[in-house]
């Protein structure tokens, strides 16, 4: 079969792509897919997140360039689908990191965050979470990823992609909560770890590291970050790590 009659394949090669931070040749494989299919809420996500990726690494003129398709796209596919989540955890994203004057918007962030209270409780959390970090507003944000942490503890099944796990660890590393459940979500995102998932392995032993010098043990905590430079060896944030641990 021709790959470009076999949609499944264009689909797998445009999610490699995008493992391997190939913005446009991702975004390539997605418009082709949305070409054929444009009412697919999966290909108008997966061309909105490439597109927002592209634009996160690129100059703030590309960004400003891009941002009106990023929300097309993601906006689409929550419209598309009533029930994506990831759709909605991205657009809560996006309109608290974009300016106002470009389209950003603190209300409408809560909203897509209110839809998710009806699709998935440990989401909605996390979502709500974000917005108050991105406020500022510290101990509110840590109250709602504590909350996240225990519920996804008292039911798993809320876990329903491995980039939960990681989000999840983090919270409980950065804000020094529930470190016992981090380590274990932290640990569940390595060993389930696959091309769909946002961050590399080095990003969760790093994390790993941190829950381990919160807790002042300075042999695990470098036996740990090692394992993250050996992932990346130019990981500037595990190194920068790897000192705190060895000033303990």
Known sequence: MKLENNDQAIHYLGDIASFEKNWD???????????????NAMYN?????????????G???????????????????????TSHK???????????QIPSFIGGSKTIAESYASDLDRLNEVDALLADAYIYKIQEYRDL??????????????????????????ELG????????????GESFLKNYIENYGYKDLKSP?????????????KKNQSEALALIEKSLAI??????????????QRL
């Open 25 to 39: 040749e991702a975004i390539s494989y997605y418009e082709n897919l949305l070409e054929k299919d444009p009412n």
């Open 45 to 57: 996500f997966k061309l909105g997140g490439a597109l927002g990726m592209k634009a996160y690494y």
């Open 59 to 81: 100059s703030k003129f590309q960004a400003a360039i891009l941002i009106g398709d990023v929300k097309k796209y993601l906006k689409r596919a929550a419209e598309l689908d």
């Open 86 to 96: 990831e759709a909605r955890r991205a657009l809560v994203e996006l309109y608290m």
């Open 141 to 166: 944000a840590k109250a709602k990823y504590e909350e996240a942490i225990r519920l996804a503890e008292k039911k798993p099944e809320l876990i329903s992609r491995n980039y939960l796990n990681y």
């Open 170 to 181: 983090e919270a409980a590393a950065i804000y020094e909560v529930q470190l016992k459940a």
């Open 202 to 214: 080095a990003w969760a032993y790093l994390r790993l590291a941190q829950i381990e010098r919160s």
């Open 232 to 245: 990346d060896p130019d990981f500037d944030k595990a190194l920068i790590e790897k000192q705190k641990i």
